[in-house]
Structures are given as C-alpha cells and as structure tokens.
T-cell receptor, first 114, second 112 residues
Framework: DARVTQTPRDKVTEMGQEVTMRCQPI?????VFWYRQTMMQGLELLAY????????DSGMPKDRFSAEMPDATLATLKIQPSEPRDSAVYFC????????????FGEGSRLTVL | GEDVEQSLFLSVREGDSSVINCTYT??????LYWYKQEPGAGLQLLTY?????DMKQDQRLTVLLNKKDKHLSLRIADTQTGDSAIYFC????????????FGKGTHLIIQP
C-alpha cells in the first residue's frame, strides 16, 4: 500500500531552534509539494519540486525556510531559526501528474514552537 | 495567479444535506476535485469531475459543475457525524504541478 510518509508526526520546540521535517514520497512520483496548514490561513503552498528540481518556493519565507530533495526518496523542509508563528501542520504531497493530476498527502507534521 | 475560493465554515444538522460551494478563476481547468481531510490526517481525494461533465454522482455525493460561472459544488445527502471534516476544492489545468490550485478548505460542522 503506497503512501507518503512524514516524520516527525509531532514536534514541540523552543523559539530559535532548528527544525527539520522529512518526507518520503511515493516511489515513481516525480512531483513533491510542501504545504502548511493553519486555522487562520488554511492550506498554503510553500514549495514544490519536479524531478527533484525546485520549481516554486515563492510561498516560503526564504530567510528562515529551506526545502531540498537530496534524492528521489527524500524531501526535507528546514526552519532555522524557528518562531512561534511557524506553529502549524506541515504536509508533504506527491503525484505523478498523469491525466487526472491527483495528489497523495502524508499525514502531516504538527509543529509547535514555544 | 489562479484562485480557488470557498467558505471557511458550514454548519448542518445531522440527516440534512450539506452543500459545499467553490468558485475558481481558471477557465482552462480540466479537472476539478474535492479532497476530504479528517481530523489529524492528511487530505484524501474524495471525488473529481472532468470539465466536460456537469454532474457526477457517487452514492451520497453529488458534484455539480457550472463551467460558465466557474462554480463547483459538493452535495452530501443525509449528512452523518462521520462526514465532519475539512473539504478542499482544487482545480487542475494541466501542464504538471504548475496547473494545480487548492482552495483553503471548508470546515463542515455537524450538529446533532
């Protein structure tokens, strides 16, 4: 049963600490997205990759956030330094963009920055 | 850029029908989707409709598409407590990831 796997599921950290979230996309999917979800803003696109190349990271605060795909089985989202306003659920999603464009989401990483 | 709009909240009584609405701006949309997010989980595809259709029915779900008005709706008949979730509208205009846009999600709240 192919699925997108995210770690950690929950992370509590103090302001100023570095946070790294990891995602294993579904094997064979060539597109990987990072989304952030908060109650106030809903679902926001942060960045996405196609064939491991970053295509759009305009939704990401670049002074503290960075997203990479070191290989086809791993995508990372790093926040350094973290701030309380970064508290949210971060989702990774992957897709192969066949005719239907369906995306498959991970279960999310809930981040709380104190 | 392209935009997908939906209300943040909808409250309905158990047993009634729920209608979740969505508007989009991209006239070249080829597929329109409804994703469901249950508490503590990621989004999962609930149903989708191709742009040359105006209606799709699947058990308690009915999707209506008005392409002229760029309006999509999801009707859930006989709403149950298990339908309580956030429902996301999304549209895809082809061309890979660039062509996919999500709305911010509608929280469906079920009253007993």
């Amino acid at each position: 049963d192919a699925r997108v796997t995210q770690t950690p599921r929950d992370k509590v950290t103090e302001m100023g600490q570095e946070v790294t979230m990891r995602c294993q996309p579904i094997l064979g999917h060539n597109t990987v997205f990072w989304y952030r979800q908060t109650m106030m803003q809903g679902l926001e696109l942060l960045a996405y990759f196609r064939n491991r190349a970053p295509l759009d990271d305009s939704g990401m605060p670049k002074d503290r956030f960075s997203a990479e795909m070191p290989d086809a089985t791993l995508a990372t989202l790093k926040i350094q330094p973290s701030e309380p306003r970064d508290s949210a659920v971060y989702f990774c999603a992957s897709g192969s963009f066949d005719a239907t464009g369906e995306l498959f989401f991970g279960e999310g990483s809930r981040l709380t920055v104190l | 850029g392209e935009d997908v709009e939906q209300s943040l909240f909808l409250s309905v009584r158990e047993g009634d029908s729920s209608v979740i609405n969505c508007t989009y701006t991209d006239s070249s949309s080829t597929y329109l989707y409804w994703y469901k997010q249950e508490p503590g989980a990621g989004l999962q595809l609930l149903t989708y409709i191709f742009s040359n259709m105006d209606m799709k029915q699947d058990q308690r779900l009915t999707v209506l598409l008005n392409k002229k008005d760029k309006h999509l709706s999801l009707r859930i008949a006989d709403t149950q407590t298990g339908d309580s979730a956030i429902y996301f509208c999304a549209e895809y205009s082809g061309g890979g990831a660039d062509g996919l846009t999500f709305g911010k999600g509608t929280h469906l709240i079920i009253q007993p």
